[in-house]
């Protein structure tokens, strides 16, 4: 019998059409992520869960899915997944690193140079017909990003990616991370410092931490008052690791100059939320890894990294490898 796999929601074709070749595949092809009752219903005698970061996979999901072999999330974050829980109980779970990290690097940037420039203010002023003068002097006025000072903070796969286009900047770039990484001093001719040091030196800060719970709230008053008065920041990692009401008062009352974001403590943001109102900041609605290619990439890489497990391969996008002394490869094999 071929091993079931329930599929949460619409994903791009080529994820699906490799999980057939293998699977009985479960496909809800809808946009909105399923209702929990839906999910919970859905789960009950599949072999493997192909899910987004919407969907909350913690002990009760787990324990309702009794055959659950796999988890895939078509993300590199596995916040929504209680891995523990997953490896305790011999669950494999698959993500989609490295094939989404230029693309959200490139995003992080995007969201940097647009707030630097001002550019999503402008191009609304030019709409609602407030370009009356042809040039002034001091007509929006943003800040230089050429030559001045970045502060990555988590100098992972897309930190890293982030640091490497600063050298087109001229940029200094100093580095905040548990891990220190002095291959990457060389390479990138970066530099590491303490977390309060980073963010005293940086004209812009960029955040690409895993959520977990020591970067929950990593970003709060007390470090946005240690930034300077004209830095900028910007976060493509998650919502909560800055804390969003500190955050929004900064913007309001100055402690920093702007801010750039994908991501918010709840998603959507409410369409009343105070940073809505601001206009020193951009936002995007957590798009960073939504370009064409890449959304392909990550369909096909959380398919084939479902199948390996189930074929009993060891897949290279495996996120637990505790898992296997718990639950081998040949207990989970089924194709
Ligand atoms: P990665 O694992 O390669 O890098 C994470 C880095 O953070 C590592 O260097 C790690 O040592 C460091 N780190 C972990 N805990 C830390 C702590 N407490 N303090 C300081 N540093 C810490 O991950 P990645 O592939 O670069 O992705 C980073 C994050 O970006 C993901 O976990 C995800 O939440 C987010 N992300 C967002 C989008 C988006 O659409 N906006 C897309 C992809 C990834």
Redesign the pocket.
């Known amino acids: 019998m071929k091993p079931k796999v329930y599929v949460t929601r619409k994903i791009p074709e080529v994820g699906i059409e490799l999980l057939k070749k293998f699977c009985d595949v479960d496909y809800r092809d809808e946009v909105p992520p399923p209702s929990r009752e839906e999910l919970l219903d859905a789960v009950e005698d599949v072999d493997a869960i192909y899910c987004t970061l919407n969907e909350k996979i913690d002990e009760e999901v787990m324990d309702k899915a009794g055959k659950l072999k796999v988890i895939g999330t078509m993300?590199?974050?596995v916040?929504h997944i209680d891995v523990d829980h997953a490896t305790s109980k011999g669950i494999y779970v698959v993500h989609t690193?490295?094939v989404?990290?230029e693309t959200?690097a490139d995003?992080a940037w995007a969201l940097l140079l647009a707030t630097a420039r001002r550019i999503v203010e402008a191009d609304r002023s030019i709409r609602n017909g407030e370009w009356k003068i042809p040039w002034a002097p001091t007509m929006l006025l943003g800040y230089d990003v050429y030559g001045k000072t970045l502060g990555v903070?988590?100098?992972?796969?897309?930190?890293s990616a982030v640091a490497r286009r600063a050298k087109g900047f001229n940029m200094k770039v100093l580095y905040?991370?548990?891990?220190r990484?002095e291959d990457l001093e060389k390479e990138l001719g970066i530099k590491y410092a303490e977390l309060d040091e980073l963010l005293r030196e940086s004209d812009f800060v960029t955040l690409?931490?895993?959520?977990?719970p020591?970067?929950k709230g990593?970003i709060k008053e007390r470090e946005l008052k240690l930034m300077k008065r004209t830095a900028i920041l910007v976060n493509?990692?998650?919502g909560a690791v800055v804390d969003q009401k500190a955050l929004t008062r900064a913007l309001q009352e100055g402690w920093i100059a702007g801010a750039g974001l994908?991501?918010f403590e709840k998603e959507p943001i409410s369409v009343d939320d105070p940073l809505l109102k601001l206009d020193n900041v951009v936002l995007t609605p957590?798009?960073?890894?939504?370009s064409h290619d890449t959304r392909n990439k990550m369909a096909e890489y959380v398919a084939e990294g479902i199948i390996k497990v189930l074929k009993g391969e060891k897949p290279d996008n495996l996120f637990n490898p505790d898992v296997i002394k718990v639950r081998s490869l040949d207990e989970v094999k089924m194709i």
Do not use: F, K, N, Q
Request: proline share 5%; net charge negative; charged share 20%.
């Open positions: 993300s590199v974050g916040d690193p490295g989404l990290t959200v995003h903070i988590g100098i992972g796969r897309i930190g905040y991370d548990i891990v990484r690409h931490v895993p959520l977990t020591e970067t990593l493509t990692s998650r994908d991501v957590h798009i960073g890894s939504a």
